[in-house]
């Protein structure tokens, strides 16, 4: 519980929310009630219980997004319906409301849910004593919205940032291994549940540290860079192309299998084969591929991919090697063909 607190940022602003909403809203319901004011008891009632609804949904569900929004929403409406019914003390709850909603959803929906909460308070003229206080709120509360805008468009642009830096190699910008990782824990699953077939091609340049050796380290990245650049001219926006390491890549094809996939192998060697140069002459590129298994675990699926792709190179280089589809640990190979 402790660590989804810690890494779901949303989750835990929606539990501050609901533990604030509870141990802040629930004496002034019970004294509401307890007064005769029946209808702004059953306000608070209504706010905690729709607050409580949404934490819960967020723990149980993991969708803060959609909880998030209706929150947001609930918490905006909650102190406009407050100061509709006991006055200016609803101002006051507004305040932590218009900062809580930059957390909660998007910065621009947030500043059009606080623009329209300051707008409906203001739009009630007896909740002001004077009109200098309506202005002095309307002021203030559009200097908090601003700052709270302005904080949570910093931080979401430096998550991305970092997100950026977690998961693009800088020197090709496709993703990297951590990527690849994740994008396969999801290819696995959706194969489960959709029955779609999905290749995995580990890729690979031939005699590379010879290029790095004889015209310098710039020039291989050149090559690395004019790999990933032709790899993804001859495959579909669909598939996915990863750095594994070094100038080993990782090719995803989803909904391709049997002759389909033996079609675009050889389409995408013929094509690397013809176009991918170092100032020496034709750089060459050996392929092991291997087709996910029913139930296969991906270490495994990776691990049969890797191996053939070591025949691959066994064999001389320059070749594609398909891996057998099988689901015992030890990969087996189905054909190797020299192009
Ligand atoms: N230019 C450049 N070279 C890299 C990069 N990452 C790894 N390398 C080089 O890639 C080379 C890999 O060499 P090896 O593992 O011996 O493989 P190879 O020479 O391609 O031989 P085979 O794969 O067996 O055909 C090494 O010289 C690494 O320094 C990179 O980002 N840029």
Redesign the pocket.
Known sequence: MLKRLKTDFRLSIITILGTSAFLGITPFAIMRFVQGNLVAGAIDTAILVTIFGGMAYAWITGDTRRSGMVLAFIACSGAVAVAATVGEVGLFWLYPCLVTTFFLVKPRIATVLNLCSIAAMMAQREVFQTQVQMWTFAATALVVSATAFAFAQRTDNQRERLEQLATIDP?TGVKNRRAMDEELILAAAHATRTGLPYALVML??????????EYG?????G??VDLVSLVQQHTRQSDQLFRY???EFVLLLPGVDGAGLTAVMNNLQHSLRTKLKHPGGAATV?FGVALLSAGEPVENWIERADTALYRA?EAG?DQVVFAEAKSSSSPGLLMASPG
């Open positions: 020197l690979d340049i031939d005699h590379f540290k010879t290029v790095n050796d380290h710039g020039v291989g990245d090559v690395l390491g070094g100038e050996s190179k280089r």
